[in-house]
């Protein structure tokens, strides 16, 4: 079992940033890779970042690239989200998900899942 707790949400206006962080615990060698989800609501999940915890290989959906950055603290067991530039349409719950599989991009590749962090971007 992996436990995840995401944390860093908030109120912000538009053009704003904030970072957050997902703490990670339990068996986390079984899991390669930690992303970032968001779910607006009356919408789907959808992908927002991802990155290896041995290499440090990330990817980012279109939608955030530029804006968003995925890093991690191998030490700390910590993955965090720097969003700049932050838009209304980043208005959502984001959450931390670990998985196996690189290149997972859909909420079937996360097999551990946080409760999630509420992110409000006002204009």
């Known amino acids: 079992q992996v436990q995840l707790e995401e944390s860093g949400g908030g109120l912000v206006q538009a053009g704003g940033s904030l970072r957050l962080s997902c703490a990670a615990s339990?068996?986390?060698?079984?899991?390669?890779?930690l992303g970032w989800f968001r779910q607006a609501s009356g919408k789907e999940r959808e992908f927002v970042a991802a990155i290896i915890w041995s290499a440090g290989s990330t990817y980012h959906a279109h939608s955030v690239k530029g804006r968003f950055t995925i890093s991690r603290d191998n030490a700390k067991n910590t993955v965090n989200l720097q969003m700049n530039s932050l838009k209304p349409e980043d208005t959502a719950v984001y959450y931390c998900?670990?998985?196996?599989?690189?290149?997972?991009?859909?909420?079937?590749?996360?097999?551990?899942w946080g409760q999630g962090t509420q992110v409000t971007v006002s204009s």
């Open positions: 998900a670990a998985g196996p599989t690189f290149g997972a991009t859909t909420p079937a590749g996360y097999r551990y």
């Open positions: 339990g068996r986390t060698a079984s899991s390669a890779v």
